[in-house]
């Protein structure tokens, strides 16, 4: 019988409004880094045909220059479509217990909202998009102290 192997795709696109003004920061190493967390709708059908609409509160980590773009142009409510990756990390809280979270790591932000430029009366579209490009590069290992600060809500026990 032949081996078939699990293509290696990881790939996330979501959109949402921002919940909270992003958090920005800089590693020991310089790096800059921005976390937010958007809350994202789904609507359904129940067993009886009425419509229902769920809410899902998603973490989202942007590095480098797509996380200085995040803190110039994002804060509360604001609209998104985030493309990335999804990636987990575990830490032990004071307890000695295992904790891990899951969130996205940005490749691509696009901002949905519109916005007023100066004293000018006319709103422009702001469907600007910007990509990580530093991509390729891994998160900084010193964001590992951080990590159980910034996800608290979304941390899961660990089995």
Not at 48 to 73: H, M, P, Q, T
Not at 84 to 90: A, F, M
Not at 115 to 134: C, F, K
Request: charged fraction near 30%; include cysteine.
């Amino acid at each position: 019988m032949a081996d078939y192997k699990m293509p290696d795709i990881n790939c996330v696109i979501i959109a949402g409004n921002l919940i909270k003004d992003p958090s920005f920061r800089k590693t020991t190493s310089d790096v800059p880094v921005a976390n937010f967390t958007i809350a994202s709708n789904r609507k359904f059908k129940d067993s009886s045909g009425r419509i229902k609409e769920d809410v899902c509160f998603i973490g989202i980590v942007a590095w480098y220059k797509l996380a200085e773009s995040c803190k110039e142009n994002l804060h509360r409510g604001s609209a998104v479509l985030v493309e990335g990756e999804l990636q987990s990390r575990s830490f032990a809280n004071e307890d000695g217990t295992t904790r891990t979270w899951v969130e996205i790591k940005a490749r691509r932000i696009q901002f949905l909202n519109r916005r007023e430029h100066g004293a000018e009366s006319d709103v422009h579209s702001h469907a600007d998009s910007v990509e990580d490009d530093e991509q390729h590069h891994p998160a900084p290992e010193d964001d590992q102290e951080h990590a159980h600060f910034t996800y608290r809500s979304f941390i899961l026990n660990k089995p």
